[in-house]
């Protein structure tokens, strides 16, 4: 059975959970915090018989995963409790978390799935070994960093950017590389009508994330190949 670690069990980790657990996948989810009723409008896997539950513990429950950890996944010791995973997605409310996610798939050679939602819009980047990764796209996290808690997000938009993350994880967990190191955003549909873009990037060859072993042959050429045929 193919495994997925899932970090952050909030408004995205839990419909990715889900859709992972129903897609037939062995999902481990990380969350330290606990349920607040703040969360209910946005978090529909609890209900007010969750409040003060560990997040992680609830969503397990809920989706039906294997496992939970009661704590926030770190890198320092992701080696040790997820180190035999074969994919990681991100979902997590935390920048420095999702280039902590990266840098670590990066460097064991995993696929991962980064996904994102503020306001009234949503990202999702979907990496793999050899491809642009998400330093090659946002190289270093923001200095002050909204999140949800602060500055809001609107439920759907969740619903988008969940859908979108499941779908690319469960091609990038099954071997396929069509879509990797592509970022893709979405909006609400009433300020944005085309509201899921797709867009390729080359790997940066000055990344310090993906770029510290040098590229198969023949690489390069493939994906600045790529890159140009996208920008037309
Ligand atoms: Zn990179």
């Known amino acids: 059975m193919i495994r997925v670690a899932v970090v952050g069990a909030g408004g995205l980790g839990g419909p990715i959970t889900l859709g992972l657990v129903h897609a037939g996948f062995e ?3 990380f969350d330290g915090d606990t349920v607040d009723i703040s969360n209910l409008h946005r978090q529909l896997q609890f209900c007010d018989a969750d409040l003060g539950r560990n997040k992680a513990m609830a969503l397990r429950d809920w989706a039906g995963a294997t496992h939970a950890h009661a704590s926030h996944w770190v890198a320092d010791n992701a080696d040790d409790v997820c180190g035999d995973v074969d994919l ?23 696929p991962f799935v980064i ?7 949503g990202s999702v980047m979907l990496g793999a070994p050899s491809f642009a990764c998400y330093r090659c796209w946002f190289e270093a996290p923001p200095g002050e960093a ?8 609107l439920g759907p938009i969740l ?16 071997g396929d590389r069509r879509t990797a190191g592509t970022l893709w955003t979405c909006a609400d549909l009433s300020i944005e009508p085309h509201h899921v873009r797709q867009r390729p990037l080359a790997a940066r060859a000055d990344c310090p994330a993906c770029r510290t072993s040098p590229m198969p042959p023949g690489q390069i050429p493939l994906l600045l190949a790529k890159a140009h045929h996208a920008s037309h």
């Open 27 to 29: 999902v481990t989810v």
């Open 146 to 153: 909204d999140s949800c808690a602060d500055a809001g997000v």
């Open 88 to 110: 990681i997605v991100d979902a997590s409310d935390s920048a420095a978390t999702k280039f902590a996610v990266n840098d670590w798939a990066t460097r064991t050679g995993r």
């Open 115 to 121: 996904a994102a939602a503020l306001g009234v819009a």
């Open 159 to 174: 619903g988008q950017v969940a859908a979108i993350a499941v779908d690319g994880a469960t091609a990038l967990a099954r």
